[in-house]
């Protein structure tokens, strides 16, 4: 199983629900826990959060804490942009790292004896796109999905086996086509056709970063999607969109 850290309830108490953050390439569960835990677990203190490490070391030296990665990167040269084929081979990197990815969250709800419906997948980068694609295949909908800044977002939505509500953003100065705001904007009205709940946000003058905005990002949705009054189960094998969605106000 990953190895993780953990931030627990800064009020004090029992967890009313679990955030999940996944790293961006090159980093790791540690490093996200000291930066965006440090800002995250103020703006929701009623959560526990998760930072697993990705499975596979990055340029890992002996002695050193190690970089991870969630899944095989595609390595372009330095000045080249990435094609959709590139992004294709990334969307397919990214299916075979599903199950351990759902096997590790299959083992948080257990521990803390919850739902899916009391679960928050989130992440940064590279991050967001394995939340995102584990999320999407899993039997039952997570409570929200926050992809910043993730990218190859479009190729798995046909294929979706569940319909989480999704939040995607980006910052407003990250001008990358495989996962700044002009890949965002693309995925978005893809999401709408497809039946989910989503809202694109992009956010000013921020590149690619987990700003403390971005963080607030993430604390509006789970405040949205944690207090909302739970709807009866629809007589059907498919989830169904909600017939209105919420948006977090920008900052």
Avoid at 7 to 36: C, E, R, T, W
Avoid at 146 to 160: C, E, F, M
Avoid at 164 to 193: C, F, Q
Avoid at 206 to 214: A, G, P, V
Wanted: charged share 20%; aromatic share 6%; proline share 9%.
């Amino acid at each position: 199983m990953l190895k993780d850290c953990s931030i627990p309830p800064k009020n004090g108490g029992a967890p009313k629900y679990v955030v999940i953050f996944l790293h961006g390439l090159g980093s790791n569960g540690q490093l996200m826990k000291d930066h965006a835990g440090g800002m995250l677990s103020l703006m929701i203190p009623d959560a526990k959060i998760y930072f697993p490490d990705g499975p596979d070391a990055v340029n890992a030296d002996p002695g050193a804490q190690p970089y991870r990665s969630w899944f095989e990167v595609v390595h372009k040269p330095q000045g080249h942009s990435l094609t959709e084929e590139d992004s294709k081979a990334i969307s397919g990197h990214a299916l075979k790292a599903v199950p351990q990815m759902n096997a590790y969250i299959d083992q948080v709800l257990k521990q803390e004896g919850i739902t899916e419906d009391r679960l928050i997948l989130a992440g940064f980068s590279q991050g967001a796109s394995m939340a995102y694609y584990a999320a999407l295949n899993r039997d039952k909908p997570v409570a929200a999905v926050y992809s910043l800044s993730g990218g190859a977002l479009h190729w798995i939505v046909d294929q979706a086996k569940s319909k989480p509500p999704v939040l995607l953003s980006a910052g407003g100065n990250e001008h990358s086509d495989y996962s700044g705001n002009r890949h965002a904007t693309r995925v978005h009205p893809i999401l709408e056709k497809a039946g989910f709940e989503t809202e694109c946000i992009l956010i000013p003058g921020k590149e690619h970063e987990i700003s403390h905005e971005s963080m607030e990002l993430l604390a509006r949705l789970a405040h949205i999607v944690m207090n909302r009054t739970p709807k009866p189960v629809a007589n059907t094998n498919e989830p169904q969109a909600p017939k209105q969605a919420h948006r977090p106000p920008a900052p």
